[in-house]
């Protein structure tokens, strides 16, 4: 039951380097998101999917880009990564807007 | 546009004590109602879930949720806890109308501290 994978798990950048989460699901849901998790902020919603080809943005859209060029993947990326974008990263989906989501482990990111 | 607060960052209660966590939301339309569970270094566990019908909801180990649409509430409850309950606890909301995903808002958290 594999469910919500992300990779990497754990990333360090340095300040402008770019990189790409990936996040996985073989549940065949539809819609996709992804969070970032900071110390007493709860989770924020930086951009989300509700089905192939498609995204839109969340609450804190500023300095990410994500695809979702096949049904199962949804990547996140960061051009120039600043250390405001230190976080904990989480990725979930959900087959219909009543079902609670199902999230992946989550993605630690340094950047310093 | 909803919010989701949560009035307690932290709660300390002793092993076999009852504990609630507060959380009050705020919307203009009907909402879902959601409870999170999270575990150190995993990711977020769906607990329990408000729709509609019955307003008080049950989980699998032990805790239940009342919606109360008067005090615009979703308070969760468990009447007595253990050390394995230790974990951050999160309420999220989303509009239960509308056809859009545009995602759950959550509210900051409550780390459930259980002492022996």
């Known amino acids: 039951n594999a469910g919500v994978t992300q990779t990497p798990k754990f990333r360090v950048l340095k300040t402008g380097q770019s990189m790409t989460l990936l996040c996985a699901q073989d549940?065949?849901?539809?819609?996709m998101y992804w969070y970032r998790q900071d110390p007493g902020m709860g989770l924020r919603l930086i951009h989300y999917s509700v089905g192939e080809g498609t995204t839109a943005k969340g609450e804190v859209p500023d300095g990410y880009n994500v695809s979702r060029l096949k049904k199962q993947n949804f990547l996140l990326g960061l051009e120039s990564a600043a250390p405001s974008q230190t976080s904990v990263y989480f990725c979930a989906s959900n087959r219909a807007v009543r079902n609670g989501y199902t999230f992946g482990s989550g993605t630690r990111l340094t950047v310093v | 546009a909803q919010s989701v607060t949560q009035l307690d960052s932290q709660v300390p209660v002793f092993e076999e004590a009852p504990v609630e966590l507060r959380c009050n939301y705020s919307s203009s339309v009907s909402v879902y109602l959601f409870w999170y569970v999270q575990y150190p270094n995993q990711g977020l566990q769906l607990l329990l879930k408000?729709?509609?019908?019955?307003?008080l909801v049950e989980s699998i180990n032990g805790f239940e949720a009342e919606f109360n649409k008067s005090q615009t509430s979703f308070h969760l409850r468990k009447p007595s806890v253990h050390i394995s309950d230790t974990a951050e606890y999160f309420c999220a909301a989303r509009p239960s109308s509308g056809g859009g995903a545009d995602g759950l808002t959550f509210g900051k958290g409550t780390h459930l501290i259980i002492q022996p």
């Open positions: 549940m065949n849901h539809e819609y």
């Open positions: 408000y729709l509609s019908g019955s307003t």
